[in-house]
């Protein structure tokens, strides 16, 4: 593993919601790095700040004030357009739901985002059925979501966070809605391939078996990390 280069940056972030008397500072000085190759769990009660940060370190909500740095470029100075364009190129999320276009195949759900990036559709192709190859899904192409189980789902939604190559990936919670059987299979699939890719990733969860397999075990308590 090579944490030499951090592929995530936070420091000091802040974010509040409301102003005045319905002022809530959700987070008010987190700061945390995770290098190329390192897998952190992200750990706190619901209402900690958890998806608030994962958000922000994922370009999806601006903090109050702080510094957010992705694969070393300081997103906090960038335009709207520039963080749209680091995002989809450097970060792959991972949601609890899984959030695949229902009217679309497994294939075509990670093909997609490759072509929202610019890549040709037999590149996509290509990479799409290594992916889902990957994840244990090769047999399952061109099942739509609804024809699949809710671990095949969740596997195919990894297949797709990974699908423009990213160098951090961003996970909420990606096995809450899972049974034990599986949420440990889909997990276990998910470690192997960032181990393999090199990826840095952070992990919110509530799941005290899953964040004691990770490298780093990080707390939000009261607006802090």
């Known amino acids: 593993m090579n944490k030499s280069a951090p592929v995530l940056h936070l420091s000091h972030i802040a974010r509040s919601f409301g102003k005045g008397d319905t002022k809530v500072e959700v987070l008010r000085d987190a700061s945390l790095t995770i290098g190329a190759g390192e897998i952190v769990a992200l750990l706190g009660p619901s209402g900690s700040g958890k998806s608030t940060l994962l958000h922000i370190a994922?370009?999806?909500?601006?903090?109050?004030?702080?510094?957010?740095?992705?694969?070393?470029?300081?997103?906090?100075?960038m335009t709207d357009a520039g963080r749209t364009k680091l995002r989809r190129e450097t970060i792959g999320f991972v949601y609890q739901a899984h959030l695949l276009l229902p009217d679309?195949?497994?294939?075509?759900?990670?093909?997609?985002?490759?072509?929202?990036?610019?890549?040709?559709?037999?590149?996509?192709?290509?990479?799409?059925?290594e992916l889902l190859d990957a994840v244990g899904l090769a047999h399952r192409l061109n099942h739509r979501p609804g024809q699949l189980s809710g671990g095949e789902q969740q596997r195919a939604a990894i297949a797709r966070a990974l699908a423009n190559?990213?160098?951090?990936?961003?996970?909420?919670?990606?096995?809450?809605?899972?049974?034990?059987?599986?949420?440990?299979?889909?997990?276990?699939?998910?470690?192997?391939?960032?181990?393999?890719?090199?990826?840095?990733?952070?992990?919110?969860t509530h799941n005290p078996d899953l964040a004691a397999q990770m490298d780093r075990r990080l707390t939000v308590h009261d607006g802090t990390i």
């Open 58 to 77: 994922g370009l999806l909500d601006a903090p109050t004030s702080g510094m957010i740095e992705i694969d070393g470029r300081n997103a906090s100075r």
């Open 104 to 129: 679309f195949s497994a294939l075509e759900n990670v093909i997609l985002p490759q072509l929202i990036a610019g890549a040709s559709v037999k590149d996509a192709r290509v990479c799409a059925a």
């Open 165 to 204: 190559r990213p160098k951090l990936l961003l996970a909420d919670e990606p096995t809450g809605n899972l049974d034990p059987y599986t949420a440990a299979h889909v997990f276990q699939t998910l470690l192997g391939i960032v181990r393999q890719t090199g990826l840095g990733m952070l992990i919110a």
